[in-house]
Nanobody, 127 residues
Framework: QVQLAESGGGSVQAGGSLRLSCAVS????????VAWFRQAPGKEREGVAT????????YAVDSVKGRFTISQDNAKNTVYLQMNSLKPEDTAMYYC????????????????????WGQGTQVTVSS
């Protein structure tokens, strides 16, 4: 059973930075994918970025490209989301998700493909 635990959320002013962490426990197959999603009040959950931990392949939504970076530390079984130049519209609950199939450009942002979810960590950006 795979378990995910997010940390690193908080409140920051616009233009600031935060780094989210997703600690992954349990067995992950070599074909796997870990993603960050976010959900703002009244909005649908959207994919932010994803990484294939073994292939080191990443994808990100256009609205965060150039500002957010997803990375991994396989020795620590942890996936990070470095968020720079934060905007008020980045305010949301951020969730880590994982699945036992490779990431791909066609469906990485679909919530239906992920088997495992963390509890979420709140990010609030004030103007």
């Amino acid at each position: 059973q795979v378990q995910l635990a997010e940390s690193g959320g908080g409140s920051v002013q616009a233009g600031g930075s935060l780094r989210l962490s997703c600690a992954v426990s349990g067995y992950m197959y070599s074909s796997s994918c870990v993603a960050w999603f976010r959900q703002a009040p009244g909005k649908e959950r959207e994919g932010v970025a994803t990484i294939d931990p073994f292939a080191d392949r990443t994808y990100a939504v256009d609205s965060v490209k150039g500002r957010f970076t997803i990375s991994q530390d396989n020795a620590k079984n942890t996936v990070y989301l470095q968020m720079n130049s934060l905007k008020p519209e980045d305010t949301a609950m951020y969730y880590c998700a994982a699945r036992q199939t490779h990431c791909n450009g066609a469906d990485w942002a679909s919530i239906y493909g992920y088997n495992y979810w963390g509890q979420g960590t709140q990010v609030t950006v004030s103007s």
